[in-house]
């Protein structure tokens, strides 16, 4: 396993361990013979020259291998020198392994010039080889025979570096192509949530200016309303600048991962929703440890389910409820029905509020319904408070179950 994984992480002892292997392999081919293999009756050899001349021109290839990757081009002309000098002697199975990796290694690190250049080459040797062979042998049976010969020695370690190195670029521009497609899904859904962020906001400021402007002028209520009003335009701005920080960030793991709202704010939400005349009761536990994404999936449920019950149901009742069961935390928020509609206004309502947050909890995977309970309208949420991580099959799947599933607003 340790020489399978250095294997992995270093081109470099791969570079040594294949040429070792092949000094090895070409060594036992030479000791047992095989040796002299393009020696025929026809085409003289250096006839006298000892066996381990092979061997030598063998050590000198296998170095050549060591600097396949860094020179490829270099590595293959010592080989071509070394294969040419083993031809003279008459040939080696041993020589031609080592040359067969080096056209293999030019082939895949070379530039493309270079590729190019090599492969014209090969292709003018072979044909130029089969044809002078066939004539001189006077066979045109041998011709054919040479130019195979040549074709899947010369030609084929191209071929197949070709074909991987086409393999590697398409692998390449898939990642490229998915890792795109993440982040432009990731933009997409944060610019949803700066939506619904930007939406409540609002809301809630016509909302409490337009019930100032819908009563007697009173001071004292008049500034209150403002400071409403203002306290919700920060914290809109607040929330925009985060985000847009978030967006313009060369690196998102160096953002700021602090969210702008959580379970620590859920009194604000409450102080605000009041001051724009909802009656609320809280019942919230305290629960040590959550994590932030749960913690600002709790605030924005809680928030768009007061933004909707102070739009459509003003001056209700409400129960916020928080209850830590187990592994999982539930969320609660109830309103009376008031029978008098609270907008005065199309573009108080965007109807989206509620599906985005139920494609939330559905990724964290937890569950979201919001339905009509005799007098009281109810948004319910239970939440894991360990999620697990979403993928982009779950994304999808949540994404047409949200879409599918219509969302009932308060009547």
């Given at each position: 396993m340790e020489v399978r994984a250095r294997w992995r992480a270093s081109t470099r002892f791969q570079d040594v361990a294949t040429a070792a292997g092949t000094f090895a392999a070409g060594l036992a081919f030479n000791l047992i013979g095989l040796t002299d293999v393009w020696t025929t009756p026809e085409i003289d050899s250096l006839a006298g020259a000892p066996p381990w001349w092979h061997s030598i021109l063998l050590t000198f290839g296998c170095l050549a291998m060591l600097f396949k990757r860094r020179r490829p081009m270099s590595a293959l002309g010592v080989g071509v020198i070394v294969g040419?000098?083993?031809?003279?002697?008459?040939?080696s199975v041993a020589v031609v392994l080592v040359l067969f990796d080096l056209l293999f290694s030019a082939g895949l690190f070379a530039s493309a010039r270079a590729r190019a250049a090599v492969t014209t080459l090969v292709f003018v040797i072979v044909c130029t080889a089969s044809v002078v062979g066939g004539l001189a042998l006077g066979e045109l049976r041998l011709g054919v025979f040479i130019g195979l010969q040549l074709t899947t020695l010369l030609f084929v370690p191209l071929w197949w570096a070709a074909n991987i190195r086409q393999q590697r670029q398409l692998g390449i521009l898939d990642a490229e192509r998915t890792a795109?497609?993440?982040?432009?899904?990731?933009?997409a859904a944060m610019a949803g949530d700066l939506h619904d962020v930007i939406a409540a906001h609002l809301s809630t400021t016509a909302i409490h200016s337009g019930a100032a402007l819908s009563m007697p002028p009173d001071a004292d209520r008049d500034r209150a309303t403002l400071r409403a009003v203002r306290t919700s335009s920060l914290a809109a701005l607040e929330e925009m600048r985060a985000m847009i920080m978030l967006l313009r960030a060369d690196d998102p793991g160096a953002a700021d991962p602090t969210l702008p709202?959580?379970?620590?704010r859920l009194s604000d939400l409450v102080a605000e929703a009041s001051a724009g005349g909802l009656r609320i009761e809280t019942n919230t536990a305290e629960v040590p440890g959550v994590p932030a994404v749960v913690s600002h999936t709790v605030y924005r449920i809680v928030r768009e389910a007061l933004t909707n019950?102070?739009?459509?149901?003003?001056?209700?009742?409400?129960?916020l409820d928080l209850v830590h069961l187990g592994d999982r935390l539930t969320v609660t928020v109830a309103n009376t029905l008031t029978h008098r509609h609270g907008l005065d206004h199309h573009a108080l309502s965007s109807g989206t509020g509620l599906v985005s947050l139920r494609e939330r909890a559905t990724l964290l995977g937890g569950d979201l319904t919001a339905d009509t309970d005799n007098d009281h309208f109810r948004?319910?949420?239970?939440?894991?408070?360990h999620p697990a991580a979403p993928t982009s099959t779950?994304?999808?799947?949540?994404?047409?179950?949200?879409?599918?599933?219509?969302?009932?607003?308060?009547p």
């Open positions: 040419a000098a083993d031809l003279a002697l008459g040939g795109r497609e993440a982040v432009l899904a990731e933009r709202g959580g379970l620590d019950a102070g739009k459509h149901a003003p001056g209700s009742k409400v129960n948004v319910r949420a239970t939440l894991p408070l779950s994304t999808s799947t949540s994404t047409s179950t949200s879409t599918s599933t219509s969302t009932r607003s308060q």
